[in-house]
């Protein structure tokens, strides 16, 4: 497929697959399933789901498959896929609650005291609008 016949969500899967095999890294490998479920469609992740089953063996099949439960979470947020503001709405849409509420304090008690009214202030005035 040609980047001209992708829509902006395969384009953007790719881009960030490419990124992740060559990264090959644990966060990012974590983080790919909230990307594939926010640009993909249901069939088209069951048509990939399919076609990675397929290319591997039995016994690597039914390993992933006792990994799922360790991986039913969101993970981390992603850096960098669009803006910074839209980037943490996004993933705080797909993050689970106590995902949520442990990054909002570990990034609460990360901001210096000085900037902690400040943050409050601006997050009720974002809750408002």
């Known amino acids: 497929m040609t980047t001209s016949l992708a829509n902006d969500q395969?384009?953007?899967?790719?881009?960030?697959?490419?990124h992740v095999l060559v990264l090959d890294e644990d966060w990012a490998w974590v983080s790919?399933?909230?990307?594939?479920?926010?640009?993909?469609?249901v069939v088209e992740?069951?048509?990939?789901l399919?076609?990675?089953f397929c290319s591997v063996t039995e016994?690597?099949?039914h390993d992933v498959i006792g990994d799922l439960?360790?991986?039913?979470?969101?993970?981390?947020?992603?850096?960098g896929i669009s803006h910074i503001d839209a980037d943490a709405r996004w993933?705080?849409?797909?993050?689970?609650?106590?995902?949520v509420r442990a990054w909002l304090a570990a990034c609460y008690a990360r901001l210096p005291?000085?900037?902690r009214k400040e943050f409050l202030a601006s997050a009720f005035r974002r809750l408002k609008a």
């Open 10 to 18: 395969h384009a953007c899967v790719a881009n960030i697959l490419q």
């Open 32 to 41: 790919l399933p909230v990307i594939l479920a926010s640009q993909l469609s």
């Open 45 to 48: 992740r069951r048509r990939l």
């Open 50 to 52: 399919a076609a990675t």
């Open 59 to 61: 016994l690597d099949a």
């Open 69 to 79: 439960p360790a991986l039913n979470c969101c993970s981390y947020p992603v850096p």
């Open 91 to 99: 993933w705080a849409s797909t993050a689970t609650l106590p995902e």
């Open 113 to 115: 005291a000085c900037e």
